[in-house]
């Protein structure tokens, strides 16, 4: 079965700065990778989605990169504000989605 | 348009007791429908999805049960929880015939073993 880790499992940046978190997969046969996140006591909300055919999507301050190649995938946050702390969730596959073990971002004012 | 419905939002349970928990999904039909497991600052475990009405998979054997008696309805249940049943549950559904791969997720149930 497929194997998604991510990192890192906390992050803390200042308001205004970037931040980066990183998948990897196992399952060349994936070809869907959504990022969700989440907020305290709420469930995961889709935030951006990348398919197999795609290197590359932006969303406003969210993007997200994919390299099919070596298995790995990565959400960019720019511009980093308050509301923007929560748990962010990776996964991967298809109809049935294998999810990585989160990281929990936390923007300073 | 489509929403997806868990109750109860919060449960507190003895050790011991039964459980259940519903979900279910309004605008659409033959959802594919999950559910998930989140221990509290862990990520997602999938204990079951279901592709129709009377079809359950089950990812992580353990004392949970599911069923699916109508096609959008999906409940979880267990006769006897456990300490460790405690956690976050989440039910997710995909549109049915494959017409998108984007899972999404309902508020979740808290559940507390006492």
């Known amino acids: 079965g497929e194997n998604v880790e991510q990192h890192p499992s906390t992050l803390s940046v200042q308001e205004g700065d970037s931040a980066v978190i990183k998948c990897t997969y196992s399952?060349?046969?994936?070809?869907?990778f959504p990022w969700y996140k989440q907020e305290l006591g709420k469930g995961p909300q889709l935030i951006i989605d990348?398919?197999?055919?795609?290197g590359e999507k932006k969303d406003q301050r969210i993007a997200v990169t994919l390299n099919k190649t070596a298995k790995h995938f990565s959400l960019h946050i720019t511009e980093t504000q308050p509301e923007d702390s929560a748990v962010y969730f990776c996964?991967?596959?298809?109809?049935?989605?294998?999810f990585g073990t989160g990281t929990s971002l936390t923007v300073i004012p | 348009s489509q929403t997806i419905h868990q109750w109860p939002a919060t449960l507190v349970q003895p050790v011991g007791s039964p459980l259940s928990l519903e979900c279910t999904v309004e605008?659409?039909?033959?959802?594919?429908l999950y559910w998930y497991r989140q221990a509290a600052g862990r990520g997602l475990q999938l204990l079951f999805y279901?592709?129709?009405?009377?079809?359950i998979s089950s990812e992580v054997p353990q004392n949970l049960s599911a069923s699916r008696p109508q096609d959008r309805q999906f409940i979880l249940s267990s006769k006897k929880l456990l300490l460790s049943d405690s956690g976050f549950y989440l039910c997710?559904?995909?549109?049915?015939?494959?017409?998108?791969?984007?899972?999404?997720f309902g508020p979740g149930t808290r559940l507390t073993v006492l």
């Open positions: 997710a559904w995909i549109p049915g015939q494959g017409s998108t791969d984007t899972q999404y």
């Open positions: 399952d060349s046969a994936s070809n869907y």
């Open positions: 990348i398919r197999s055919n795609v």
């Open positions: 996964a991967a596959g298809g109809n049935q989605f294998y």
């Open positions: 605008g659409t039909s033959n959802p594919n």
């Open positions: 279901s592709v129709g009405i009377g079809q």
